[in-house]
């Protein structure tokens, strides 16, 4: 089946720790995103990339860093410079056109910062 | 800029009646419009979308949303709620990036 897989489900962490959220996807997309969530403020965006070896800031960037080695595989580090990295993480993809072609996502990942 | 405001946080129907869950966007050209779904502690599904072609817009598992130039709304609609509809709904604008609603909740009661 093709879709988008996220891991791990949760993933709790200490303080000072950094951490990385594996998005890994098989529809021969070529943009990938990662989204936070927060309760009630919807989806936020932290970076995004329309091709391999690119990738851009989104919105709340800071305390977070990404790779896009290969087209499949778009994943992402919380850093600990990160203060208040305790939410949800979504990541999606889409075809060529970033922001114009429908985003399909995976299930997410919860962390929570011990 | 691109804006979107769902006008409910919360929305509470009976299994079997009207469900309505409102969105009002700001955008300074034609806009594309989205709506996602998202059950508990899973990732988002797309329902439908709109991107300029007929205004009344069909999605899955029954529910519409019409668009409104006039009134800048993209309202999201389905004649008889079911229980497993009991999910965030989140009402997303296209600009030169995805921006997303806060959310509306809606509970099914049976």
């Known amino acids: 089946d093709g879709g988008i897989t996220q891991s791990p489900k949760y993933l709790f962490r200490k303080e000072g720790q950094n951490v990385t959220l594996s998005c890994e996807q098989n529809?021969?997309?070529?943009?990938m995103y990662w989204y936070r969530q927060d309760p009630g403020q919807g989806l936020r965006l932290i970076y995004y990339?329309?091709?391999?070896?690119?990738?851009q800031k989104g919105d709340i960037a800071e305390g977070y860093s990404v790779s896009r080695e290969k087209k499949e595989s778009f994943p992402l580090t919380v850093t600990s410079a990160q203060k208040n990295p305790t939410a949800f993480y979504l990541c999606?993809?889409?075809?060529?056109?970033?922001?114009?072609?429908?985003?399909?996502f995976g299930p997410g990942t919860r962390l929570t910062v011990l | 800029a691109q804006s979107v405001t769902q006008l409910d946080s919360h929305v509470s129907v009976s299994e079997g009646t009207p469900v309505l869950l409102r969105c009002n966007y700001s955008?300074?050209?034609?806009?594309?419009l989205f709506w996602y779904v998202q059950h508990p502690n899973k990732g988002l599904q797309l329902l439908l979308k709109?991107?300029?072609?007929?205004?009344l817009v069909k999605g899955i598992n029954g529910f519409e949303a019409e668009f409104k130039k006039s009134e800048t709304s993209f309202h999201l609609t389905k004649p008889s709620a079911h229980m497993s509809d009991a999910a965030e709904y989140f009402c997303v604008v296209y600009g030169n990036k995805l921006v997303f609603g806060a959310g509306t909740i809606l509970r099914v009661k049976s």
């Open positions: 955008s300074s050209y034609s806009p594309s």
């Open positions: 709109y991107t300029s072609a007929a205004t």
């Open positions: 999606a993809s889409s075809g060529t056109g970033v922001f114009t072609d429908t985003q399909y």
């Open positions: 529809l021969n997309h070529d943009a």
């Open positions: 990339s329309q091709i391999v070896n690119d990738f």
